[in-house]
């Protein structure tokens, strides 16, 4: 079953980096996705790829299988619900999503 | 360039209603994808449609559920006979590509409550 893996929780003090980890076992699947999501809002894309890369204090490893999003310096805004999907090449239709992982922010 | 608009934003339907969400992909964007999030659950997908056609509607229940993306107008989920567990938020979100295109903007809109009384 293609399916993709968070933790449900991670917890940072502020001015700290954090590390949320994915791995998937999608079928075919070589492309993460990771958005970031506050309730009520739209979910956004943070950052993207078959490599490592950074947008501003996010940054993306990368590996086959898995990857994780680091969050440099990090504030108490950014306590929120962060998503990993992963997509398969060759036009697939979808991104497969995980179940979010909440970023707890402590002071 | 206004992003992916969906309404209403909250819905409230009794059971054995139908609910009709709306979701109009932003300007240019001809692929639009319907996702739903149960209570304490991920993204879970349910259809990706371009103009007048389905493409692909794996994740959406046999029964009940219907989607269109007509060629002028917003796409329409629409949930027959609504049961409380149908209650959830109900994403939608479009891009002028697919995602391994160099084009690719998946773009959500902010999501459409739906609430089973």
């Known amino acids: 079953k293609d399916q993709v893996f968070q933790p449900s929780t991670v917890a940072s003090s502020e001015g700290a980096v954090v590390e949320i980890f994915c791995n998937h076992s999608?079928?075919?699947?070589?492309?993460f996705f990771w958005y970031l999501h506050f309730p009520g809002c739209a979910p956004r894309l943070l950052v993207k790829?078959?490599?490592?890369?950074q947008q501003g204090r996010y940054n993306m490893t990368y590996e086959r299988f898995s990857s994780s999003l680091l969050i440099l310096q990090v504030r108490e805004a950014d306590a929120a619900v962060y998503y990993c999907?992963?997509?398969?090449?060759?036009?697939?239709?979808?991104?497969?999503f995980g179940t979010g992982t909440q970023l707890k922010v402590e002071l | 360039n206004a992003g992916v608009m969906q309404n209403p934003r909250h819905l409230v339907r009794r059971r054995g209603q139908e609910a009709r969400l709306r979701c109009s992909p932003m300007k240019g964007h001809s692929h639009v994808y319907w996702y739903r999030q149960l209570p304490e659950e991920g993204l879970k997908f349910m259809v990706y449609?371009?103009?007048?056609?389905?493409?692909?509607e794996s994740g959406m229940p046999k029964e009940r559920f219907s989607a269109e993306f007509p060629k002028e107008g917003p796409s329409i989920l629409r949930i027959q006979q609504v049961v409380r567990g149908d209650s959830a938020a109900y994403f939608c979100?479009?891009?002028?590509?697919?995602?391994?295109?160099?084009?690719?903007?998946?773009?959500f809109g902010s999501g459409t409550r739906l609430t089973v009384v």
């Open positions: 979100a479009s891009s002028p590509a697919f995602p391994g295109s160099k084009h690719y903007r998946y773009t």
């Open positions: 449609l371009q103009k007048e056609n389905i493409i692909d």
């Open positions: 999608v079928s075919n699947a070589y492309n």
């Open positions: 999907a992963s997509w398969c090449g060759g036009g697939g239709n979808k991104l497969t």
């Open positions: 790829g078959s490599k490592p890369s």
